[in-house]
């Protein structure tokens, strides 16, 4: 058998004592580097407050068609029946969603059996529970979220949305 003229022996002790350095070294720049790291804050774009609706007026699974942040963005308030990530409300429970399919634009169609927002268009998919992420589909973006809060006397309010409207080269009114 033939030896490779370029291999070099380095012996067991040299190349553990190496590994050793090199993993030390990651270590140490991954400690350094860790505030710097830190996951970013979700990107919210503020729009005036604008109130959408009323607990009182919300039923489990039955979304309550709105638009927000103007007549030409059309969406729901949805009440889940169960606490949610994003969720306002005496139960963390409600949550609001532009209904246009960030990929083509189609409307979207709530299922209440397994509380997504479904696109005809190319079947893209957004779970409600999971704040509007993408589960299938063709769309390159999840849906977008409204900023909700309840006011003491009931009233939901949106105050801003985390994502890029379909159709809108930014969201500036």
């Known amino acids: 058998m033939k030896k490779c003229d370029l291999m070099v022996d380095l012996g067991r002790r040299r190349f553990l004592s190496g590994a050793g350095f090199a993993a030390a070294g990651a270590a140490a720049t991954t400690i350094v580097s860790a505030p710097a790291q830190a996951k970013p804050a979700a990107a919210l774009v503020e729009y005036p407050a604008n ?13 309550k068609d709105v638009a927000y942040p103007d007549d030409d963005a059309p969406g729901v308030l949805i009440k889940l029946g169960k606490r949610v990530p994003g969720g306002v409300g005496p ?3 409600i949550v609001g969603f532009s209904t246009v399919c960030p990929h083509k634009g189609f409307p979207l169609a709530f299922n209440a059996a397994d509380k997504t927002l479904n696109c005809p268009g190319h079947y893209s998919r957004f779970d409600c529970e999971a ?14 979220q409204y900023a909700l809060r309840v006011e003491a006397n009931g009233d939901i309010v949106a105050e801003g949305l985390d994502e890029l409207l379909y159709g809108r080269l930014s969201n500036v009114l």
């Open 51 to 63: 109130k959408l609706g009323t607990v009182a007026e919300l039923k489990v699974n039955e979304p």
């Open 91 to 93: 139960d963390g429970d």
């Open 131 to 144: 704040g509007g992420q993408q589960v299938w589909g063709q769309s390159t973006q999840n849906l977008p």
